[in-house]
């Protein structure tokens, strides 16, 4: 009996180990921006996990279009800076046009973090990571929770291209960019993030080491 169990446990081991293999997000791109301010900003960044408080959708939303996001958990900034669980990430649409190779780019910057008592911190924020929100990927809750809070970047990490961040479309991110992040895709009415889409970012007070 024992043994028959134990051949259950190890399938269903393997099986969890396949479906982590298929689903879990696609690795970042080799560093290409090795720049020294780059590293530097890349080393005063924290995670942070948040989730969009409102739907972005290209087809609807436009350049200076406001963007709200909320923190999942409580974080501490390089600065010493504590940031509370539910904490309101805000920013703005920066870049909403076609480019010259026939791409569509819709690109977020996140400037602030807002305290419930209604403190404005200014921060500098780098998308690392997009993920559906919890609830929505078939193999359950439990296992999208875990993969959203998985870091996939280190304090080297300077710049991540994510080829899946939605269907059909990639997210562009470098740490020493303007934005927080380009959503490129060739066909604008494909990039569209729902509310409580998971965001892992890497963040920092605003000119301050």
């Known amino acids: 009996m024992k043994r028959k169990s134990a051949v259950a ?3 269903a081991t393997a099986a969890f180990t396949l479906l982590i293999a298929q689903f879990a ?3 970042a791109a080799p560093n290409k ?3 020294s301010a780059a590293m530097q900003q890349a080393r005063e960044m924290v995670p942070a996990l948040v989730s969009l408080t409102q739907p972005i959708d290209a087809t609807k939303v436009q350049q200076g279009d406001q963007i709200k996001a909320k923190l999942s958990g409580k974080v501490q900034l390089k600065n010493g800076t504590e940031l509370p669980s539910g904490t309101e990430i805000i ?9 010259n190779d026939g791409t569509y780019k819709l690109a977020l910057v996140f400037s602030n973090a807002q305290l419930k ?3 404005v911190i200014p921060i500098k924020a780098t998308i690392m990571r997009v993920y559906p929100p919890v609830g929505y990927h078939p193999v359950g809750d439990a296992l999208n929770y875990a993969y959203a809070n998985t870091h996939y970047w280190t304090d080297r990490t300077v710049q991540v291209d994510q080829p899946d961040a939605l269907k059909g479309v ?3 991110s470098r740490m020493a960019g303007d934005n927080s992040g380009d959503f490129v895709s060739k066909q604008k009415d494909e990039i569209r993030l729902s509310t409580d889409t998971l965001l892992d970012l890497a963040i920092a007070a605003e000119g301050k080491s």
């Open 9 to 11: 446990l190890s399938i």
């Open 25 to 27: 997000p696609a690795q």
């Open 33 to 35: 921006d090795t720049s």
């Open 91 to 99: 920013g703005q649409v920066t870049v909403d046009q076609m480019q």
């Open 117 to 119: 008592n209604g403190t």
């Open 170 to 172: 990639e997210l562009q």
